[in-house]
């Protein structure tokens, strides 16, 4: 089993819908969980850390069910710029180091 | 403030050649990191540096060596460059989050 799963997508929206996906760890004790937006031959670029109690940045909102194992982020209001692949993140316990999941791309389409 | 910088953008090799992927960043972090990404893969880590003059191997590094030359620069070498190192390669610096360099295309024919 991969340490960080994500549904690849695509997801194709309308301007103006929202959008949820998630991402699975198997790692019971990791602590430290991001979302990163990744353009198309681009770099990575961090959008969010994600926080036990959940938390918004704007449009976006990211949620952790430990319980679960599994985070989330939702993009309300969608614009066609979010169009792009977001990759999850998370460390390994006591380790520093992250593990990324292979992306979900997500289109907005006018 | 460039943060992250990677050099070269793009190269072609032949198979057998060897090459050295630069990386060196200014926002003072010990860690660095390199990772290959390939389609539907996600990020793959190489090799890692905890601080200057340690390095790590990753979940990759097969056919890869490191060299943390200093605190500020990280390289990639690859000996003997074969095809399935076509990659696109990414070099980061920071711990939790991570901060990326805009990459090196590379392909090996």
Same mark, same amino acid.
């Given at each position: 089993?991969?340490?960080?799963?994500?549904?690849?997508?695509?997801?194709? @929206?309308?301007?103006?819908?929202? @959008?949820?996906?998630?991402?699975?760890?198997?790692?019971?004790?990791?602590?430290?969980?991001?979302?990163?937006?990744?353009?198309?031959?681009?770099?990575?670029?961090?959008?969010?850390?994600?926080?036990?109690?959940?938390?918004?940045?704007?449009?976006?909102?990211?949620?952790?069910?430990?319980?679960?194992?599994?985070?989330?982020?939702?993009?309300?209001?969608?614009?066609?710029?979010?169009?792009?692949?977001?990759?999850?993140?998370?460390?390994?316990?006591?380790?520093?180091?992250?593990?990324?999941?292979?992306?979900?791309?997500?289109? @907005?389409?006018? | 403030?460039?943060?992250? !910088?990677? !050099?070269?953008?793009?190269?072609? *090799?032949? =198979?057998?050649?060897?090459?050295?992927?630069? +990386?060196?960043?200014?926002?003072?972090?010990?860690?660095?990191?390199?990772?290959?990404?390939?389609?539907?893969?996600? &990020?793959? *880590?190489?090799?890692?540096?905890?601080?200057?003059? =340690? =390095?790590?191997?990753?979940?990759?590094?097969?056919?890869?060596?490191?060299?943390?030359?200093?605190?500020?620069?990280?390289?990639?070498? &690859?000996?003997?460059?074969?095809?399935?190192?076509?990659?696109?390669?990414? +070099?980061?610096?920071?711990?939790?989050?991570?901060?990326?360099?805009?990459? =090196?295309?590379?392909?090996? *024919?």
């Amino acid at each position: 089993r991969k340490e960080v799963e994500q549904d690849p997508g695509p997801f194709n @929206v309308p301007e103006g819908a929202t @959008v949820a996906f998630n991402c699975t760890y198997s790692n019971s004790a990791s602590q430290s969980f991001f979302w990163y937006r990744q353009d198309c031959r681009k770099e990575p670029k961090l959008l969010m850390s994600v926080y036990s109690s959940g938390n918004e940045d704007g449009r976006f909102t990211a949620q952790l069910n430990r319980a679960s194992q599994y985070i989330s982020l939702l993009i309300r209001d969608s614009k066609l710029s979010d169009s792009a692949t977001y990759l999850c993140a998370v460390n390994g316990g006591n380790d520093y180091k992250l593990s990324f999941g292979a992306g979900t791309t997500v289109t @907005v389409r006018a | 403030n460039a943060g992250v !910088t990677q !050099t070269p953008k793009f190269q072609v *090799l032949k =198979t057998g050649q060897s090459m050295t992927l630069q +990386c060196a960043q200014d926002m003072n972090h010990n860690s660095m990191y390199w990772y290959r990404q390939d389609p539907g893969m996600g &990020l793959r *880590l190489i090799y890692y540096s905890a601080s200057e003059g =340690t =390095t790590d191997k990753g979940e990759v590094p097969n056919g890869y060596n490191v060299s943390r030359l200093n605190k500020r620069e990280f390289s990639l070498r &690859l000996e003997s460059a074969a095809p399935s190192q076509t990659s696109v390669y990414f +070099c980061a610096t920071g711990i939790q989050p991570q901060h990326f360099g805009d990459g =090196t295309r590379l392909s090996i *024919l």
